[in-house]
T-cell receptor, first 110, second 113 residues
Framework: KQEVTQIPAALSVPEGENLVLNCSFT??????LQWFRQDPGKGLTSLLL?????REQTSGRLNASLDKSSGRSTLYIAASQPGDSATYLC?????????FGKGTRLSVIA | GAGVSQTPSNKVTEKGKYVELRCDPI?????LYWYRQSLGQGPEFLIY????????DSGLPNDRFFAVRPEGSVSTLKIQRTERGDSAVYLC???????????FGPGTRLLVL
């Protein structure tokens, strides 16, 4: 059974810092990996989707990498801003429905 | 364009009652998914539809839970004889196909007293 783990569970950084969020999964037979953002009391917003054949995806200040063989992905956020404060969720598609980690709760302090 | 919408946004009910949660997917999206999210956890898969048919319902916790999508668009998640443990946020998502990005609605917060 696919399991997704996210480390750290929570992270607090000063504004302007670059940071890395980690995601690991137990079964490397995935179709794709997605990073989401969730604001308190809100639904999920898709940030980046990496197909299993890809190594990374970039969107603005965000860069996500995927190493399928080792079962790892990282989300890099450059020049963090207070508006980046949210929970970041990693999810993999072993077949079709997404399997989520518990998320990393990020606080960017002004 | 319009995103995924879910109604109601909040639902409070008593133990043993029946509830229906509605999801309106993005127009043209053939795949529709239901997830459940408990506090401090990531969403957990319940069921997904490809068109009108349930392609995978392996995540439904028991036979009190049922979902339909009769015309391949709007979906309703139905919970019979609700229990306090059913309290959670129920999230709906849709995608153009099962290989595309899933777009999530704001969720329905269900509280069973």
């Amino acid at each position: 059974k696919q399991e997704v783990t996210q480390i750290p569970a929570a992270l607090s950084v000063p504004e302007g810092e670059n940071l890395v969020l980690n995601c690991s999964f137990t079964d490397s037979a995935i179709y794709n990996l997605q990073w989401f953002r969730q604001d308190p009391g809100k639904g999920l917003t898709s940030l980046l989707l990496i197909q299993s054949s890809q190594r990374e995806q970039t969107s603005g200040r965000l860069n996500a990498s995927l190493d399928k063989s080792s079962g790892r992905s990282t989300l890099y956020i450059a020049a963090s801003q207070p508006g980046d404060s949210a929970t970041y969720l990693c999810a993999v598609t072993p077949h079709t429905p997404l399997v989520f980690g518990k998320g990393t709760r990020l606080s960017v302090i002004a | 364009g319009a995103g995924v919408s879910q109604t109601p946004s909040n639902k409070v009910t008593e133990k043993g009652k029946y509830v229906e949660l509605r999801c309106d997917p993005i127009s043209g999206h053939t795949a529709l998914y239901w997830y459940r999210q408990s506090l401090g956890q990531g969403p957990e898969f319940l069921i997904y539809f490809q068109g009108t048919g349930a392609a995978d319902d392996s995540g439904l916790p028991n036979d009190r839970f049922f979902a339909v999508r009769p015309e391949g668009s709007v979906s309703t998640l139905k919970i019979q004889r609700t229990e306090r443990g059913d309290s959670a946020v129920y999230l709906c998502a849709s995608s153009l196909s099962t290989e595309e990005t899933q777009y999530f609605g704001p969720g329905t917060r269900l509280l069973v007293l």
